[in-house]
């Protein structure tokens, strides 16, 4: 697809969103606005894919605020990924991918608006997946031979880096699931399903990435992951989606090779089904994995040495099939996506790692993919 870009102010107002009026709503603005206490997830549909952004008021129901068109198309069907929508460190940038159009959208978050900024290819076919580091974006394309392809975040626009685009594991059939950086930004890494592999790379001065590196997984089938603030990667494994059989590992990266995963914790099992979303608090105590088959949340605790340990297989309860989850940055609350029935679930977070269930948002597409939460 020729590359192109579009630029375009939207203003939100409580009253009217893209031409469509919403019902009033309860929302108590502190001095951050749109970036904190936000939950933003994309509907994904063929027809014209659209930015969600939900608040949380101060009785803690979720309530729509924001509903824009993305500039893009969505896949119209499942696009078996974590990190569709992603918002940047500081928080002041929101990305997401268009799975059918092949791009991404670039929204800066302002305090009582978003600013669709820039809707640029995304150097392959059928994003699924992108994640930032400091203002460097790469996207994980998934169709054809697969790839990464990375981009400076200039102000919302995304300006593509030459020659940064590198191959995965395998030219095809990969079953790639996710890219992200590493906490310290020095690598990249990419979890691949059908090749039971995280693929990972260092990544260079200039934002370029050097040749992949390929360790093989400690349980099977990886999928979702997430780093904590000391560089522990989380990552769940559906094990071929068996009942009963899934699990979660953990990993250090090595110092003298930092794009290098390192087994910490093998395969610590959890009793559920089909492991899939990786989410893990701000205090990096706790990680969470959402079990689809299983309808269930489980939760790990994380020791400093990077160790995980299962706290309770059953944390939280998402009937219809959990999906993507995102822990809010104050750490207080986890959403997740319900797949079956086109919702968010809301959980309160304990100082111990427990969930509380809250309030439900409903009436979701049932493409809507991708959760990122302020």
Known sequence: MTAFRRRTVVYLAAAALAGAALPAMARSYDDDGYRSGMIFTITNAA??????????GQE????????????????????????????????????????LSNSVSTFAIEP????????????????????????????????????????RNVLGDLRAITDSARGLSVAGGAGSFQVGFSADGHALVVSEQNTDALTSYRVGSDGKLEAPLVTRSAGQTPLGFAFDRHNHLIVSEAVGAVAGASSASSYRLDPADPARP?????????????????AITSDGHFAYVTNPSSGSVSSYRIEQTGAIKLADPLAGRVNGGPGDASV??????????NLGSGGIFSFDVGFDGSLTAGPVVTGLPLTT????AN
């Open 262 to 278: 390192v087994v910490v914790s093998s395969a610590v099992p959890n009793g559920q089904s089909a492991s899939c979303w990786v």
């Open 112 to 151: 009582r608006a978003l600013r669709l900024v820039s809707v640029v290819s995304s150097g392959g076919l059928r994003p699924i997946s992108v994640a930032e580091y400091e203002g460097l974006v790469y996207v994980l394309n998934t169709a054809g031979s697969g790839n990464v392809s990375g981009f």
């Open 369 to 372: 993919q991708g959760l990122a």
């Open 47 to 56: 027809s014209g894919n659209e930015l969600l952004g939900y608040a949380r």
């Open 60 to 99: 803690g129901a979720l309530n729509l605020q924001v509903r824009i068109p993305t500039g893009g198309q969505g896949s119209g069907d499942d696009l078996t990924s974590q990190g569709a929508v992603t918002l940047s460190g500081d928080g002041r940038f929101l990305f997401v991918v268009n799975g």
């Open 328 to 337: 809010s940055r104050d750490g207080r609350q986890l959403y997740v996506i």
